[in-house]
């Protein structure tokens, strides 16, 4: 293990456990709170579950004698340089000098987890575990042999006090009261204002009978009784009022509580729980529709953003892998909250063997691979790479051995080809989307093979995807389509094109400028090819698009599809949006008349859109150490927001006469056209020729362009 | 999933779960209550843990309506015909016809299990199961596709009714008192006559102050309150007097119980712990030594039959696979409870992916095919090895890609060889033994991949073993030492002859007749060779001489060994013997004082040597469909006993001028040689020349021979 990307700074003790195993256990937790109309709803997938074993360690050099209070959740023993305490002590005296200190515990239950807490020794992530014990190498004769095992670094996230057990997290929450409430006989409905999430408290609860709590994310849903999608029943035998939280958390705006005459009610209000990350990144500029889109996408990321990035909080509440990587990078614009994207990426990768496709989706399986590759990108964490190298390595195993014989991936027993929502399309053959995906995910495991340090694993990796690349060009570019079509069937291309695979090669520069304008008017602009209707391709399509400069045009598109819910009052952004349907019309999908959800991680996208596309901001080396800010109104007078880096975030004030912008995490290059020559007092700008000027942004320091766009 | 092998009965309702999921969260329970000195000792190996996510389902073709009872650990849905019921029912109604019922079960905590009782439905091992659900294969566009999951039937047990709950098992127990008391001054000696196992129970308990349990399997032990290896402390704070009965139950005949001057006691007794199982065979001769070997080694036996088999009851209390692997065979001469040897089995494997070998030691990896091997030749039982049969080939695959360049097994950073607890025994190069194992671990995956049937690696594991087999004998018979060599180290034969390889050879018929003469003289009776002093090794030296037809000099073998111990008080046989120690020197052990076990599994081999090589039975064809009896008095005057099968028990009375034997299971062989021409009223003997006899023996029936031996 390389464990020099972990400072050891031995100060604040913090709750620790095999890396991956809280985020797993609190993911089965989470996901299998689904429920459809009251019935449990798991999820279809393998889950896994903690390492109920796990051997804690660390060495410590001591200065003086000192105690150390010790916390576990588990059974365990502790051991001083190899010689155990009796009993499971809960102090121990530790004398000066160097010292290693082994806990081991067990629990069935719960995850294994220690708080160890002395003047200088604490419990932190610079601690070792395993799941093996190999100590006894020694008794066989043969020297002790670390490298036997799988020593990693300990897991940890913010459980900073003895009594703050990580096996009871549960998210907070805060009371908020209804926006209006409805009585009828024996009935209340009940409007919050606006989508929302959490717990439904039942004031001055008394009477005999039963209750009913019908949600809805619409008021329509809440009034079905019939069909509205989530349901609670409550036995209600109080001779007193009471208060009454409902046991688990929904998603609604609309709740319409249904009472025998025996019982009596007297308000309904609700518990809101909530992720506590914090907004770093902000929008704003003069087109006041545009900061009504960003408010509600915010909103909307704020509610899918929970114990991890979910796809939706009404029906799903799953952790989705496509659907994650997208909040990903909508949280590198919003929160840049790492600790999330860790915690979904451990939870959708789950532990060894893989006996499926994670979400049993291949290309979601890609997209987990792409995440890691934005990680590190945006966040230059070499740490979770190097700890979760072996998990990656694994699921690689397993796409590579799912290849066909000309070495292209196609459908076999037990794969589901998602790519999108979208009618007739075809999933036979070998789909050029997804060899797309998996040269780009052979691509990850290139960058990070080399980060923990497998060299020969690297340039295997790095064979490999410059072979599918090739093959991707080979196979499925039609020259006189001027496209990648769709897909290969019995050895030949097929006349299909759709927009999947040619976008991605937009913005992953697979296609060289010649190719990307030709598939610019081709395919994405071209309405011959099948419309994507999904916000979740959306994102992609319109990336692409912004990629090849059309912000204007974007922007366009968002005032129509984003706006276009917001005529219709939607407080957060959907799953699916036709602006050809009436009504409620728009609730249904899968077949359900209230299926669809209304608050959908993929519709807060304008939040990833406008901080890299029009503000521009994008690492260009791991971590921000570089990167670019090339700054597009797209038709706007004026803009100004915040992009979140690992150090502070950058500012930008952009109109069509003026730039100001603050540096931030490392060095920047400021990219702009001027119509006149720019002037800058607080740094050089270098003229790049054809009316293009580069400027230099160095950490913390602010500037001010005057320019003419 | 071949399930042809289990029929479908479908008469009593029983608790079922995914097959090895009780075993091994069972395991993980029992093998973490060992304690040193009040300490909690785990195991060093990776442990698993249960799916916690589970389908369990079965199509029925019900009569008429019925009603059908739900017990579930665990949250949980019911489908029938692929709708779910709302919440989670306790009971349903299905309709006359052919329906398919789903229960799926999440349980993070214990073993997702039902328990369905209804007229005809009802749930037992014919169900199916599965950590994963392909139902919505069909929602992708592609054909329900069941061959995608890897599908089990359930596991069971014997938790027959619904409050039964497999989560809260455990093992009984009776009350027994003491067989004398010394008291002292706050204290009390106490003596259980025997060596034994379970919960101290401390009557009468007063006071305010301390109480200590000092645990001896000898009186040298409790009474030393430095050394003992076990002990519990008691806080007592008890105003009226008060029972405490202890929470771990411990191995000792005797117990030191000594408390302060605030404390007092009135007695002692225990609540013996036990496992439900039935004794089958027997044996009795005209030695009276031999009688009594034979009623301490089951005594010794039925200590070690517990959750599992196990090591010894004092210390490891853990499941070792090479200790495991004898107690399977003594098992089969006793209690013939395939239960104990098919959970063992499960608990020792664990789950994939495989990250060491089993208990950590190549050798024991090995033993755990061979307890397989055995278990199919005395029970028959296809379905288990079919259940069983993917994490024999995941386990194959492990030890397959650790041999070295030339194929052989060799240690790896990782691996302890074990082979025998003896001074100087060297694991340099690759060790004789180790390869022998492999052959007939490779011999097993063979049979097994027949009856899976997996054909193509059937032939591929036989071409290994043969392979295998060519190299033992090419590589390390030497033909001046007539034996077998210990090892190959830099790719030269050492000059080292030990016995492992060579005795397992005749047994497992790797030599020919010539070979095996040769290395009875010059390893098995050449008290040149290294000394054998383990009961674990001498049970396949004995087996080997018995082998070779030296009952004789085994019978007396086993009059010193196990009679020398008896001479000394054993109550139960012991981890080890050597008669040159004396008084307290004969519990020390690992460097400990009472390091020793006295009552250890293996230490009870007379149960298997008399009914297999005295009594002579052994199966020829799986689950005794064929067997031979060649009794082989050993210079006893006359001896009788049973032996158990799949069907019945093989009785039989063998004297110098009289055999009678009643047959069961299948087909037998009765042979034995005699001095005249042998009699019987009841069948046909034939003569096989060279004063050779053999007599059919019919299932069922009974049968009287006169001859003279």
Redesign the interface.
Known sequence: MNNSFLQDTSSAATWIWYPGDFEI?LA??MQ?RRT??????????????????MDFHKVFDVPEQETVDIYVEG???VKLDGK?????PKQITVPAGKHKINI?V?N??NVPAIYVKGKTIVSDATWLVT???????DE???AS?I????WLNAGSWNFNSPTQLPSQFMLPTKEQSAASTTKGNNSMLVDFGKETFGFIKLHGLKGNGNLSVYYGESEEEALSTEHCETLD?VEVNNPAEKDETMKLSKAYRFVNVQYDAGVSLDSVSMMYEYADVKERGSFACNDEEINRIYDVAKYTFELNTREFFIDGIKRDRWVWSGDAYQSYLMNYYLYFDSETVKRTTYALRGK??V??HIN?IMDYTFFWFLGIYDYYLYTGDKHFIAQNYDRMK?LMDYVLARRNKDGLME?M??D???IDWAAGLS?EGEVSFEQLLLARSLETMALCANIADDKDAATQYNTLAADMRKKLFEIYWNDEKQALVHSRVDGKQTENVTRYANMFSIFFDYFNQQQKNQVKTSVLLNDDIQKITTPYMRFYELEALCAMGEQSYVLKEMKDYWGGMLKLGATSFWEEYNPSKEGAEHYAMYGREFGKSLCHAWGASPLYLLGKYYLGVKPTAPGYANYVVEPNLGGLEWMQGKVPTPAGEIELYVSKTQIKITGAAGTGVLKFSSKTKPVCKEGTIVDKGNDHYELIVEIGKSYTVQYVL
């Open positions: 256990v089965n937790k299998n459809e109309r009251g019935t449990f709803f798991p999820v279809f997938w393998k889950i896994d579950s903690h390492y109920v074993l059974e365990y023993h155990a305490f009796e009993g499971s081991k067990f069935q239950t799941f093996e014990d190999k100590e006894w190498i066989t004769g043969k042999d490298s036997a095992t799988k029943r060894d063997p006996t499926g049993t694994s459908w027993s037990g589901w080809i998602f999933k």
